[in-house]
């Protein structure tokens, strides 16, 4: 099998999502980190040899790349319970994945990152105007979620999937970006049982 090298900046959830999902199928990754403070991923040595997007995390597989943070979960779960055998169950997983690529991440993981890396006071004139309109939608997906989550443990069918640790990556970490969770106890009892799971590891280790 060939090596799992994991191009990352460690801070980010879209890392740690596939950190965490080879931690739970019990595969190895080699990391490599880039300070995307610093431009690391734009140099043109990244571009040509990683990924010409300029963007990590990048899955790299042997000579090839896979970039996009939820492509590469799916193939380190491959053959895992983190895939759902069942069809539907199997569609549904990737459902929640598309709908936290466009519609949670976007906004919960966007507003995180412009107030623990940028600092309200720095932001430019299109960011001060997109906020407000971020923080509601982040809201938004929050009490979606819990809504969903209420009487149930698991996003699809009755364990984890793919779908919890995609989700997971950014929501734990929510109040970072000024989103409360407290208003949403379905959430945070999902929360503790992704952290409760045998081979769990936190976004710090």
């Known amino acids: 099998m060939s090596e799992l090298v994991l191009h990352e900046y460690a801070a980010s959830g879209n890392c740690y999502k596939i950190r965490l999902t080879a931690a739970l199928a019990g595969k190895a990754l080699v990391r490599r980190e880039y300070d995307i403070m610093q431009g690391e991923t734009r140099t043109a040595d990244f571009l040509a040899k990683v990924n010409a997007n300029g963007r990590i995390p990048v899955l790299q597989v042997g ?37 936290e690529q466009y519609n949670h991440e976007p906004n919960i993981a966007t507003v995180r990152f412009w107030m623990g890396w940028i600092g309200e006071a720095n932001l430019n004139d299109l960011q001060r105007a997109l906020l407000p309109g971020k923080c509601e939608a982040g809201t938004a997906a929050l009490r979606l979620m819990d809504e969903h ?3 149930r443990e698991w996003f699809v069918g009755d364990g984890p999937t793919l779908a919890d640790i995609c989700l997971y990556a950014y929501t734990h970490v929510a109040e970072e970006g000024g989103f409360a969770l407290a208003p949403w106890p379905a959430v945070r009892g ?3 049982r992704v952290e409760a799971l045998k ?5 710090t280790a």
Not at 63 to 85: H, Q
Not at 199 to 203: D, N, Q, R
């Open 63 to 99: 000579e090839r790349f896979m970039p996009e943070s939820n492509a590469a979960c799916v193939y380190v779960a491959d053959g895992t319970a983190l895939i759902p055998a069942d069809p539907f169950d199997r569609a549904d997983m990737l459902r929640w994945m598309f709908w």
């Open 149 to 151: 989550l209420a009487g």
């Open 190 to 192: 999902w929360i503790a």
């Open 199 to 203: 081979g769990y590891i936190p976004i």
